[in-house]
C-alpha cells in the first residue's frame, strides 16, 4: 500500500544567516530566515511525509512558538517525522523536490543534500533527488528576496 504527500514552503532571505538547504551549508552571503535553521527544502520534505501520513502539518508537530526548536536543525526534525513513518509501518518509496532560487547556483550541491537526507529518510540516493531551478527573475525567488521549495513524497507499506 502507498501514500503520496505534497509539501512547500518558503523563507525571506536575509543578510547574517547560514543558507542551509537539505541540511547541506551553502557559501552565500545570506541566509533564510526563520525560528528552526530554515531550511527550506527540509520543511517541504517534512510537510510532504506528514502530508503522506495524513498527520496534519509541519506547524502542527514543530510549533514556532516552542522555543525547543529555536535554531535547531531541520535534519533532526526530519528524523523525528521519520520516526512517525516508521511507527505507521511504512518507509520512504521515493521522493523529488524542487528547489526555486535566483542564486547561488545550487547544482553543485544538489549531490551533497541527496545523501545527507537519503541518510535520514533511511533510503538510497537514487530514491531521493533533488532538482533546483530560477524562476528567470521573476517574483520573490527572482528578486532573490526569498526561496521556495516544493516536494512530493512516496511512502509504501514495510513488508
Ligand atoms: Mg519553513
Do not use: W
Request: glycine letters at 12%; proline letters at 4%; hydrophobic letters at 45%.
Amino acid at each position: 500500500m502507498f501514500r503520496i504527500g505534497f509539501g512547500y514552503d518558503v523563507h525571506r532571505l536575509v543578510e547574517g544567516r547560514p543558507l542551509i538547504l537539505g541540511g547541506v551549508e551553502i557559501t552565500y552571503p545570506f541566509g533564510l530566515e526563520g525560528h528552526s535553521d530554515a531550511d527550506v527544502l527540509t520543511h517541504a520534505i517534512i510537510d510532504a511525509i506528514i502530508g503522506a501520513l495524513g498527520a496534519g502539518d509541519i506547524g502542527q508537530h514543530f510549533p514556532d512558538t516552542d522555543p525547543r526548536y529555536k535554531g535547531v536543525s531541520s535534519l533532526s526534525m526530519l528524523r523525528t517525522v521519520m520516526a512517525l513513518v516508521k511507527g505507521d509501518g511504512y518507509r520512504l518509496n521515493n521522493l523529488d523536490a524542487t528547489i526555486t532560487a535566483q542564486a547561488p547556483k545550487l547544482a553543485p550541491q544538489l549531490s551533497n543534500m541527496r545523501e545527507r537526507l537519503a541518510q535520514v529518510l533511511e533510503a538510497s540516493v537514487a530514491q531521493v533527488n533533488v532538482k533546483a531551478t530560477t524562476s528567470e527573475g521573476l517574483g520573490f525567488c527572482g528578486k532573490r528576496e526569498g526561496m521556495e521549495a516544493f516536494a512530493v513524497v512516496s511512502l509504501v507499506k514495510a513488508e
